[in-house]
Structure formats: C-alpha cells, structure tokens
C-alpha cells in the first residue's frame, strides 16, 4: 500500500509500531469479535465524527516476485473514518470491505488504546485474545491448505546397460 | 464509490502527518453538502456581482469563514494544488485541507490550481496566479479572496456575460491596485483568473469575463 514496512521499520519510533500493530489488529478482527468487545466496556465514551464512515477504492501495489518493479495489482474496497472522544483523543479506522460499523469500532479502540490510563487494560482484554484469534484462523487455513499438498518426485530409473 | 484520497496509510501517522487531534469536521454530509455548495459557487459564477448565501451548518477553522472553507471544501481535491496565504498558513489549517481534501499544498502561488486569500490587502498581484495558456486557458488560477464585507464597501460598477444591463458590488477590503489590475485580467481574455469573493456566509463570482466601469 504505502512505503513498504521493511524500509520504514528501521526508523519508526516504538509508539508509532505499537499503533500500527493494534490497528491491524483491529482492521482484520470479524465484525461480531469487536462488537462483542465493545459490549464488556464498562462506559463508553462519547465522540463527534471528524470523517464519518466513508467507502471507497484502494490501489494495492506489488512487485514481481518481492523485487521487481511495481505493478498496480488490482483495487481492494475499504471502509475509513475518523473520529474524535470527549476527551480529546481521536482514532482512525482503515478496514477491508463495506462495514461502516467495523470501521467505526476500529477507529474507537484506536483513540482509547492512545489514551495512556486505559490503553494497557485494553490491550491485555481486547487486542492480546484477537491477535491469538487471528493466529489460530491462520494457522487452521495452513493446516487445511497445506493437507492437499502433494509432492512431486521422480523415481530413479534404473540404467540400461 | 469514490476514490479515497489517502490509501491505506492512515493519514494522521507519523511525524509528516497530520495531527488530527485538533483537527475541525469538514462537511457534515460530504457528498450532499458539497453538491449543495457546489450548485451556488456555479450560481455565483453565472451571475457576476449577486451576492449568494451559505445556508448549513459548518464549525470553520480560524481564521476563515464559513463561506470560504465551504467553498475549499467543495473544490479542492487531490488533483488541485491549493496556495494558501501567509497569514492563514498555519500546521491546523493546512492539516484541514490535506484530510478533508487531501489536495497537495504548494508554497508558489503561480503552482496552484486555487488560492486562499484570507489577508486581501496584502495579497500577491494578480498576475502572480497561474493565468492558463493558450491552449489550456482552463489551466489558470481560481482565488478565494475572504473580505470584511460584501455590501459596505466602496462601489464598483460590473458588467458583461451574465449581468442584464450593469451591477453594484460593495465589497470592502480589496487592495488598492486591485481593479486596476482586473482591467488587465479582463483584458487578456481567454486567460486569466477567476475570483470568488467570501464574508461571512456570502459569496460573489468573478469570473475573468467581468468589465469593470471606470
């Protein structure tokens, strides 16, 4: 999408890596894990939109084989807003598909998990259990996928003479 | 679906980002609003001198009124540089065009597709904007000029495409030498600029058609 992370990862500062890790996280939670995150908050805050949900096109890039030159791979559909807390703090929500509900949560749990007295409660109840869901769902697909494989091998022929 | 001005990166990241912290909503509505917005600016532009109204609700960053930012937010997009004039070009207002309208801001006003004048007297002659070429008189500069006032100043006498017989437009704070070099603007067309003038919540069209009375 934007600068590819290799080469900004060398100079990013660790607040900017922590954000970039949890609206990952956020961005690729199912709808129904975040709502029911959002439903164990004790209070939920208020907040005035600053860019109300909002679908669009996204231009993904690639390059051949990780190294070749760039080629416009096709368009992926997002979901953005913006959004700013009673107190002050404001969150970005960037998520795949058409759900103005996912964005608007995603943009939630950004502005809290920036406000410093909440933000490592939340990352222990909220971002910690998704990321390990993520992981599982991954790690099932490759099990799945990875039970079709099949080997290609030649026998060794035996020589004529 | 429209196409989103800033992919994927999340615009309020990193250190040449925006802080969106202290940034002000745009439209409320954007796509009805700006449509809405859009329909008077194209009123303004077709009739010279009238004076139109801003009706709606909008929170503008200082030091701009509701009738400039509504018209900025209207226009500008990622394809339109904007200049924005000393005084008004603060971190804040800056961050506010590049969200909402993700439009690159440039630092020479002969670079860009629309200009923000909020300090009238001390603006950049006219020729110093973009006047088109011959080929593309199209690519020219359109200003945003926000004044005192539309109805209390000295009178001018309007004429041309548009206006049945001549009108009077009151606006107050225009440069000395500003008439004077309309007269030049006019004169070289098809090119030259276009002027939208802004107070408060009313705006005129100028477009560079207009023959000002002596």
């Known amino acids: ?161 | 679906m429209a196409m989103l001005s800033s992919p994927g990166g999340p615009a309020g990241i990193g250190p040449a980002g925006i802080d969106i912290a202290d940034l002000k909503p745009g439209l409320g509505d954007p796509v009805h609003d700006s449509q809405g917005i859009f329909r008077i600016l194209l009123e303004a532009m077709a009739r010279p001198g009238k004076v139109m109204q801003f009706e709606g609700g909008l929170d503008a960053p200082t030091p701009l009124d509701v009738a400039t930012t509504a018209a900025l937010l209207t226009l500008c997009d990622q394809d339109t540089p904007l200049w924005i004039d000393w005084i008004a070009d603060t971190p804040p207002l800056r961050g506010y065009f590049s969200f909402h309208c993700g439009c690159p801001l440039v630092e020479r006003s002969q670079e860009a597709a629309f200009a923000l004048v909020s300090d009238a007297e001390n603006m950049p002659r006219l020729a110093l904007f973009a006047q088109g070429v011959d080929q593309y008189p199209d690519r020219s500069a359109s200003l945003v000029i926000q004044l005192s006032s539309l109805v209390e100043g000295p009178a001018t006498v309007l004429r041309g495409p548009g206006i049945r017989d001549q009108t009077v437009l009151k606006a107050a704070g225009l440069p000395d030498w500003f008439w004077n070099d309309w007269r030049l603007n006019a004169g070289q067309f098809p090119l030259g600029v276009d002027v939208f003038l802004t107070a408060g919540r009313s705006i005129v069209g100028l477009p560079r058609t207009v023959v000002v009375e002596a």
């Open chain 1, 1 to 161: 999408m934007e600068a590819p992370a290799s080469e900004e990862a060398g100079k990013m500062d660790p607040a900017q890596a922590a954000r970039q890790r949890w609206m990952s996280v956020l961005a690729k939670a199912q709808l129904s894990e975040l709502e029911s995150a959002w439903k164990e908050m004790p209070q939920k805050p208020d907040f005035d939109w600053l860019r109300a949900p909002e679908t669009g096109m996204v231009m993904l890039r690639a390059r051949t084989g990780g190294t070749g030159s760039q080629f416009n791979i096709g368009q992926m559909t997002v979901t953005r807003c913006a959004l700013r807390l009673a107190n002050g703090s404001a969150g970005l929500g960037y998520v795949q598909g058409r759900s103005k509900r996912h964005a608007e949560l995603a943009a939630l749990f950004d502005a809290l998990l920036q406000d410093g007295t909440q933000a490592a409660d939340l990352e222990v109840k909220v971002i910690t259990p998704l990321q390990a869901q993520q992981i599982s769902r991954r790690k099932e697909a490759s099990k799945k996928a990875n039970s079709t494989k099949v080997n290609f091998f030649t026998l060794v022929r035996g020589e004529n003479d």
